[in-house]
């Protein structure tokens, strides 16, 4: 079953839904965004009742957004429960405290930041909104100017959004230690025993040890074949601590160089969002996430990359930068963007006035191109912006 919602929902996973026949729950936004009646809609109170006598319905979203819905009207459900836990980072951690008993975080209001003393809180640290999204709020504190510049920006007026306060609420932020080594987003679902299973693997790129924002995801065979077996084991302690099963998520983490894995958060009900990473095998390699994890299939790697073995799948997020206001903003060169990679195979544009992002980049790069992988990496995009 399917709980669609805004901001954005991707022809891939329309088409999807409507050539698999998957339910689909005729919310108001759901019908908005999608205005094709042929698909196998349900309505809402159909989909509660089954919901609530088939716990283990597999259900997917394609946004956080959604989960106001689940809460609404599946608020006392298991279900419900444990989305509640995943999405608060605070809950999350205090979960999991026992797999990680020397783990430091700390909940605190946006207004106690301005008055913290950081005498027992050590550098490096990481402070974000306790619900949040997007890396909004998002900052690295690595010495005591880092942190006077990020007291700056941490107030009401610079964390305003398009997300619902069940997705992204910055009342309350998170401190917690700054987790070292490479960062890694994973798409995966537990099955109907509750095991794991990835459905992909993609490594987060950032242009500084400061940076955290969202622009260039990519994966591999070699990516997916090096961790599939610790983060199996990884996101299968997790699971059990949560008792998860026929449950869709989208996870970040850590893995330091010892290959020790620490969890970043663990999105609930979806894969990445924006359409972005569940789309990015099936526009690339011909491979649906949303089918797999619908049907309680496993993918064949060896298949899936036969003839792309060492090909680096990417997904672009095109955040606005450059620091032009999107007001004074008249267009953007996606043809001149498309001039700058080997093969972009989708270029997904969007209006900057209505959502935080240019668009999306899905591309194919060769071994020896990652150079234009780390050009994206750290422009600010103005060269594509027409003012």
Known sequence: MFLIDKPFVSEFLIETIKANNFNIIATKVAKELIPDENLAWISEAQAVIRIKNNPQLPIYSNSENALGWIQEHLGETTLAQQIRVLKDKVKFRTVIKNLYPDFFFQEISLEEIHQLSLTDINFPFVIKPSIGFFSIGVHIIKNETDWLKAKKELHPENLQSIFPSSVLNTANFIIEAYIPGEE????????????????????????????????????????????????????????????????????????????????????????????????????????????????????????????????????????????????????????????????????????ITKFPVFGFVFTETSPNNEKELMEILTSDLSKYINK
């Open 184 to 351: 890694y987003a994973i798409d995966y679902y537990h099955d109907d025993k509750g095991k794991v299973v990835l459905l992909n693997v993609m490594h987060h790129l950032f242009s500084s040890g400061t940076d955290t924002s969202d622009r260039v995801y990519s994966t591999s065979k070699a990516i997916i074949l090096k961790y599939q077996v610790a983060i199996e084991s990884f996101l299968n302690t997790i699971g059990q601590a949560l008792n998860l099963s026929n449950f869709p998520a989208h996870a970040e983490i850590r893995i330091d160089e010892t290959g020790k894995i620490v969890p970043i958060e663990i999105n609930p009900l979806r894969f990445g969002g924006w359409c972005t990473t569940g789309d990015l095998l099936g526009i690339t390699l011909g491979f649906n996430s949303y089918q797999c994890f619908a049907k309680n299939k496993q993918p064949n790697w060896e298949q899936l990359f036969n003839g792309k073995e060492d090909k680096k799948m990417s997904i672009i997020i095109l955040n606005n930068s450059s620091g032009i206001p999107p007001a004074n903003i008249t267009s953007f060169d996606y043809a001149k963007l498309a001039k700058d990679f080997e093969k972009p195979v989708l270029i997904r544009p969007l209006s």
